[in-house]
């Protein structure tokens, strides 16, 4: 019975030391919760994606730099500037080349000007003025016809409400197109006079009573368009032929601007 209960404590002592022994060495291959276990790259990929990153990076970096000391063509096209007289707001300038449509932004509220020049190749040359509304007013709706015409063209034309808030060009060149204020127009004093040659806006100081108007000389056999609009608080045509013109006619005292539309020379005395 002795030599049970030694052999019995023996076992027991045996299976303790195993069970202590397997708890150590199972603690000793598993690494803490908070320690990161590093993987080797494959093949060195990850080498190579960050490679690919800073390349990228610098190439951003590189186009960036070239793209600041470049000139902004864009700010060329949508918003280049020049001083004209009269102390006018300075123009808003559009150029580009062949058939486009665009927003246009004006020196100031309400009725404005519009220098048009282009059409060196002498193909069709059409400039529309477009009224843009939100789609559920009836999106765009044509103004006026400012330019259409198969010649080389350089021109100042009207528009009077003030609506136009684009533009639709079709060319065959390049373009140029100034967005000016009325200010910018030529101005004629009471009594005056003033010459001048193709499509062009003037502005009278003063009270007018008449206006002496010659143009259209060299139509000949060959009739041009003369046309002579004054403006006041309305739009009164007072010369539309397509013959020689020369004559004198009554305009209202309040008349504030005339729109000239001539192929040749043309000459308005005011009184």
Known sequence: MKKLLIAIGILLAVVIIAVGAFIVLREEDTPPEDESVDVEPLNGWNDLENDNDREERDDKEKENGDREEEPNDDAVENG?????ENDAPEPIIYTGEGDDDFGIEKPEEGAFLLYIEGNSKEEHFKVTGIHALPTYYGGKRPTHLFVNTFREYSGI???????????EVVAEGSW?????????????????SIEGEGDNVLRIEGEPSRADITGNLGAGDDPEYFEVIAYNTTKEVIVETDSPYE???????DTSLLEITARGSWEIGLE
Do not use: C, F, H, Y
Not at 80 to 84: A, G, M, P, R
Not at 177 to 185: G, H, K, N, P, T
Not at 247 to 253: A, K, L, N, R, Y
């Open 80 to 84: 280049e500037t020049v001083s004209l």
């Open 157 to 167: 034309v009207l528009d009077w409400e003030g609506r136009t808030n684009e533009l």
């Open 176 to 192: 140029r197109i100034e967005v000016r204020s009325l200010q910018s127009a030529k101005k004629v004093e009471i009594p005056g």
């Open 247 to 253: 004559d004198m006619v009554e305009i209202s005292p």
